[in-house]
């Protein structure tokens, strides 16, 4: 086994959370794409955090023993209590939990990855202050993106958290950031027991708060930049006649774009309700569902960025300018002034989700010994990527403007049981379970005419009255995977942890080839069938505890991931003729994962240290053929493997009463291992090339305060520089960005002060200039001229302030 030694040191303290990710293989195309036509993006790998088989956290051992002072009420230092750093003492691979309060001192709304994006080896950019805007999300962890990640919430799956998911929905839909619980990150390789067919990299597993034992109602506003709006309302019933208890929760949150036209808007309802049934019967319910709309920032190129500047976006105010373009690239005129090109700038684009999901959730204790649960869950979407374009004019007879609103549908209904069962036996723990999930999931590309007057709606759902079926497709996955692992205490400082699990995944497509509403469609997509199988995927882990303050550990992992089910993406999204090439050729993606780490704890300084060694096979890659913008079909083929080594490392430090440093730095040098060749032709020469959007390093340092009633942290992150093209002839350079958050809890016995707090956030403290995601609309081979249009523009300076007050 090969490993880089990988440093991690963590302390816990108030204002600290620790969490890894990491990014692996990353999908491209070999031409500019615009973002609403395809959903590719970079791919990496990650592991879980540290789990017992089950997937579920292993119990913290460490928490940061800090002095209680006079000033600290019984809240506000449960509040301080709760902001720990837990860095998995005791587990075998590395990990890190971060808390429900150590999620609220962001701005509310803010996505949680934001708060896990300074620990080591954990990558995460939004072009939004908040890290909510779906299309510029980007998580990486160890070179793997968010598509070989596995993410679930209380085990549900997420799916992959790509922009256009067809198998699941981001944690910003599924949870509001109100009711998150702690969020448990695995970096090497995901649990043998999460529900998640694409973690080759990890998991992160998120959790939601259980309602409250006693009454209460939670109220809060936000105000902020942009005209940023966002009230929210929980209401707790308390212990019901019979034990049960419930919360209902309701948020509304609007905020203008930082630049151009346009707004974000979401609403979203979370209701739970724990009813035990005597003392060995618990029954879970839970609801949440979201209605999400934003208009879209524009994709940059780094010559766009030179010539224009990082304020450039769609012109969403200025339709008679829009219908210019159009019209000079339609009629083959000169552009505007001003205007290079028809991709120079857009009019509009928009994302739009509706989700709803629920899961009902029974654990039982059948003796003390014999535990289990049982899940059933379901989640439906409809979701649609809006996109005003100049390259296909609206026929003159239904409104004659030289654009069109092309849309890519989604329509996600997918259902799903979880099960497990643990047996205690002497000092062995065992454990077993299993998943299926039936996922129907459907996609079309339209398009929606525009008339020559009148301003188009910014964010409008189009349905009925398209002109044009591109292609329309219906997806069915069946998944399935059970697993068994033990956790063998064979001396009091000696635990090992070893399984495996089986995992298969039937993809079908059925693609309309024919007409659609009596209309030729224009582009003909297979129909087939594939399968993903591993009847045996190991890991095995141990943990030695040297003494009480210092403990090794080493693991190791194989995974797979399973193909996508989709018209935007993996194998279905070739041409008919490819497919049946692709079908007896292509194999899934596995990566084989190795661990050895050192963690240190004591009442001032939690601290550890992770070397890893990461081997990513059968790496597929996608092709777009021709101008990507135009929705063409691409190929898809194994093209080699990455190699990643790294070290991650990080400490907290109470250096004082009240006073905590907390600072880390990832090295990762993940790179291709193969130069890619099509028709035994090389295309890309690119072996021994760093893998796109992984920084090499990263670094964080925070310097945190809190005494109960003051709180507050300043934050510096560092990220080098990340290619952005294959060849790494093409780049974004490092940036440093320093965020700041302070707040107040205040402590009286006054009926209207009792139970409220205050905070203020300020993002990009000193108003940088940066480039925050890259690979946003994909990845390229080479771009020596800096015209690829793949870059999000990050956010400059915006403050928030925040009210929250409690009632009982």
């Not at 063998?488 to 089986?502: I, Q």
């Amino acid at each position: 086994m090969k490993f880089t030694l990988a440093l991690t040191t963590c302390l816990t303290g108030a204002a600290v959370l620790l969490t890894t990710t990491a990014s692996y293989g990353q999908s491209s195309t070999t031409a500019q794409r615009k973002a609403k036509h395809s959903t590719s993006r970079s791919r990496a790998y990650q592991q879980p955090a540290a789990t017992q088989p089950n997937g579920r956290p292993e119990a913290p051992a460490v928490r940061s023993a800090r002095p209680v002072t006079k000033a600290s009420a019984p809240r506000a230092e449960a509040a301080r209590s709760e902001s720990i750093v837990v860095l998995g003492a005791g587990a075998s691979k590395e990990t890190q939990t971060i808390s429900h309060a150590a999620i609220q001192q962001y701005v509310p709304g803010t996505s949680p990855f934001k708060a896990l994006s300074k620990l080591p080896g954990v990558m995460f950019t939004s072009s939004d202050p908040l890290g909510s805007y779906e299309w510029s999300q980007q998580i990486i962890i160890r070179g793997f993106d968010q598509s070989r990640l596995g993410f679930t919430m209380d085990g549900i799956p997420l799916g992959n958290l790509a922009y256009g998911n067809d198998n699941g929905l981001s944690i910003g839909r599924a949870l509001q950031t109100e009711n998150n619980g702690p969020a448990t990150l695995t970096q090497g390789a995901g649990s043998i027991g999460v529900a998640a067919s694409n973690d080759l990299g990890g998991a992160l597993q998120f959790t939601s708060i259980d309602p409250t034992k006693k009454f209460g109602v939670d109220v809060s506003g936000t105000v902020g930049s942009a005209a940023t709006w966002r009230t929210f309302a929980r209401v707790n019933s308390g212990e019901l006649p019979g034990g049960g208890r419930f919360y209902v929760s309701y948020d509304h949150q609007g905020a203008n774009k930082w630049k151009g036209d346009g707004v974000q808007i979401q609403d979203q309802a979370n209701a739970k309700y724990v009813q035990p049934f005597g003392e060995h019967v618990k029954l879970t319910i839970f609801g949440d569902w979201s209605k999400r709309a934003e208009n879209d920032y524009q994709d940059l190129s780094l010559s766009m960025i030179r010539r224009y500047g990082y304020r450039l976006d769609n012109i969403t105010g200025n339709y008679p300018l829009a219908k210019q373009i159009g019209s000079a690239y339609q009629n083959g005129t000169a552009f505007p002034a001003g205007i290079e090109n028809q991709d120079t700038t857009y009019y509009n684009a928009a994302g739009l989700r509706q989700d709803a999901m629920g899961y009902g959730k029974l654990d039982f204790d059948i003796t003390d010994r014999l535990k289990g649960s049982i899940t059933g869950y379901g989640h439906t979407n409809s979701g649609e990527g809006v996109w005003v374009t100049p390259y296909n004019a609206t026929p003159a007879a239904l409104g004659g403007s030289p654009l069109s609103v092309r849309t890519t549908e989604y329509d996600i209904h997918r259902a799903g049981f979880i099960g497990s069962l643990t047996y205690k036996i002497g000092n062995h723990t065992i454990e077993g379970g299993f998943w299926f999930e039936n996922n129907n999931f459907e996609q079309a590309r339209r398009f929606y005419p525009l008339s020559q007057n009148g301003t188009p709606d910014s964010i409008h759902w189009y349905k009925g009255n398209s002109f044009e079926t591109q292609w329309q497709s219906a997806f069915n996955t069946k998944t399935y995977q059970v697993h068994i692992g033990d956790t063998w205490r064979v001396t009091p400082n000696l635990k090992v942890n070893y399984g495996f699990k089986s995992l298969i995944v039937d993809n079908n497509a059925r693609a309309m080839n024919g007409n659609y509403q009596g209309t030729p469609l224009a582009t003909a997509y297979p129909s087939g069938s594939l399968n993903s199988t591993n009847g045996f995927l190991p890991q095995v882990g141990v943990n030695y505890r040297i003494n009480q303050n210092n403990e090794l550990f080493a693991d190791y992992a194989r995974n797979m991931a399973a193909y996508d089910s989709a018209q935007t993406s993996g194998p279905f999204s070739t041409t008919t003729a490819g497919f049946q090439v692709l079908k007896g050729k292509l194999k899934p993606e596995m990566s084989n994962t190795e661990e050895l780490g050192y963690r240190f704890h004591n009442r001032v300084i939690q601290a550890s240290i992770t070397g890893y060694y990461v081997e990513f096979q059968n790496r597929l890659l996608a092709v777009t053929q021709g101008v990507g913008i135009q929705g063409n079909a691409s190929v898809l083929s194994n093209v080699g493997g990455v190699t990643a080594r790294g070290v991650d490392m990080a400490f907290n430090w109470i250096f004082a009463r009240n006073w905590s440093l907390f600072g880390s730095y990832a090295f990762n040098n993940s790179f291709y291992n193969n130069n890619v060749y099509s028709d035994g032709v090389m295309s890309a020469r690119i072996k021994g090339k760093n893998v796109v959007a992984m920084p090499r390093n990263l670094a964080n340092l925070q310097l945190g305060y809190d005494d109960g009633a003051i709180w507050g942290n300043v934050l510096m992150q560092f990220q080098d520089r990340r290619y952005y093209t294959y060849t790494n002839d093409a780049y974004v350079p490092g940036n440093v960005i320093f965020n700041l958050n302070v707040g107040y809890r205040f402590q009286s016995s006054n009926w209207f002060l009792r139970g409220l707090d205050a905070q203020v956030n300020v993002t990009n403290l000193f108003d940088k200039h940066y480039v925050a995601t890259v690979g946003s609309n994909g990845f390229e081979n080479s771009d020596p001229s800096g015209t690829f249009q793949t870059l999000q523009a990050g956010a400059p300076r915006m403050v928030f302030f925040t009210l929250r007050k409690h009632f009982d």
